[in-house]
């Protein structure tokens, strides 16, 4: 009956452990502080034969309070940096003092914790140059050291369970990269792994972690943390970058730091919390203290900030402000200190590029920490919300293309205009080749700039170029402002549009840039009013285009005065419209689509007509995340 009240305790204790830890995100004050009042474990010195350096090296081994032989612990091998040896963590981390007050508290599993020297050479003092290049491979060749000696060794004369479930490795900068390249190259032999400010020594993620799937069904636990001041933060920041996009659960904490044993110890504190228990991964993105700054932000700016779940942190200097606000996706208030800081935390934003505005007592401003682009009719900020299916947009190790930005004169406005042009990767070395032409337009209260900034038409054909899954082309990006406002929009707008793309653009082009002249070379597309322009220009000139793209818009049901001559032409040629295009696709971002509408009763028009077309929706309304994903799936489709 005593063990079984004992061990309904015990399942108590742990189910308690496990919901109170959900709450801390830093270790508390006096955490590594000695307590009289409660039990101590034991440090040792231990020496083993290591075959792998040819000598006799030593390490040091924590013991748990209540150590017993007749028990059998899991164990926790601790890593030193590279300035460091086996009683760096004793004398800078106090390691045995931070784990007693957490077994007094009942928030960790008893394990024992192996502190060895990481340099594995026979003289592994760190003396002299620790740079040398002896000495850095040394830390390298720990892993035969640790896995053919040390863990044999251990296992052979403490009790301690030998499956990899129950065995853990961590460690500080140098040991961090060590612990991350060991571990997660030997996952048949550990289960939980943690990297505390790993140094340059860590291998790429690609290395590190091959088979993402692989290393889902095997890792109990992946740690990463760093200090948000730490000039090696970069290093875990890509391996983390790695994994969100190959959906690998793991922790990636940030806290107020340096290269320092204050970030080292508070990783220590709670990566232990975790070992050896049930872990639930669902709740790994809630364990940070701060985010990482947005890829938008200027230089140096430390907000906004994205947490791991994609909220927002928001954080504006603005003493003499009555009220603050933030406009992304919605209206935030923010909540003044007492040094003047505004801040807030949003809802978890959705994926991709979106444009956001700094309200401040009810003006529109341009928050000043982040990088502008002009939409919405003014320059406004943006941010950049991390993706896992953002790879097609990201920047690879592929050749790359140019953006190019040229200015020409248009007879048309009597004025000097801009287009951007990209140009892809070769373009100046085949310089006998042709290329076929996307002429690609942005949308109301954009310019010229949207496409080759907000939608990284260069990085999206870059990658499908690379990837063979789209045809080298040219890709044109001009400005398509002809009217003031939707006011102002209507067909002499679209006819000025018209004029301005076949009597200055294309020419243009085709005089400028080794472009195929042909209509099978070329293709016309837009999003919103460009969608408009695309229908209204490529669907009078199909001897011109071959291929149509239109993405989040159709013709204003409303609007019958517009609409109308366009259907009736549309009716009267479909039997041409048909013939000369390859290709009509039409996308729209599902029903949150402002444009959903219209796009739809559209469609039934061109069903009527029985006008050929392709249809394709991408969730997530009318937002450059979704033309972005258009341009990647219609540039597949051109020029084949």
Known sequence: MKQILFAIAILFLSVSSASSQELVKQAPAGFDSLRADIPHGKIDTISYASKTVGTTRRSLIYTPPGFSKKKKYPVLYLLHGIGGDEKEWLNGGKPQVILDNLYAAGRIVPMIVVMPNGRAMKDDRATGNIMAPDKVQAFADFEKDLLNDLIPFIEKNYPVLTDREHRAIAGLSMGGGQSLNFGLGNLDKFAWVGGFSSAPNTKTPEQLVPDPEAAKKQLKLLWISCGDNDR??????????????HNVPHIYYIE???????????GLYMFSQFLFKPVDSSTFMKYTVLGTPAATNVRSAGYPQILPDNRVVFRVKAPNAQKVQIDLVKKYDLAKDTGGYWAVTTDSISEGFHYYSLLIDGVALADPASETFYGMGRMASGIEIPFRGGGYYAVKEVPHGDIRIKRYYSATTNTWRRLFIYTPPGYDITTNEKYPVLYLLHGGGEDESGWATQGRTDLILDNLIAARKAKPMLVVMMDGNFST????????????????????????????????TNASSRALAG???????????GIKNTDLFSYLGVFSSGWWANQPALAGPQYEFMKTNAATINN???????????????????????LSKFDEMNIKYQYSEYPGGHAWPVWRNNLYNFAQELFK
């Open 232 to 245: 090696l933060i970069t290093f875990s920041k890509r391996t983390h970058d790695y994994l969100y996009e």
């Open 256 to 266: 107020p730091g340096v290269h320092d044993f204050k970030v080292w110890k508070n």
């Open 485 to 516: 406002g939707i006011a102002g929009f209507n067909e002499q707008a679209l006819k000025a549009f018209e004029g301005e793309l076949k009597q200055n653009v294309i020419p243009f082009i085709e005089q400028n840039y080794r472009a195929a």
């Open 527 to 537: 999003l919103s009013m460009g969608g408009l322009q695309t229908l209204y220009a």
């Open 580 to 602: 000369n295009l390859k290709s009509f696709w039409i996308a729209m971002g599902g029903k949150e689509d402002i444009a959903y509408s219209n796009c739809k009763i559209m």
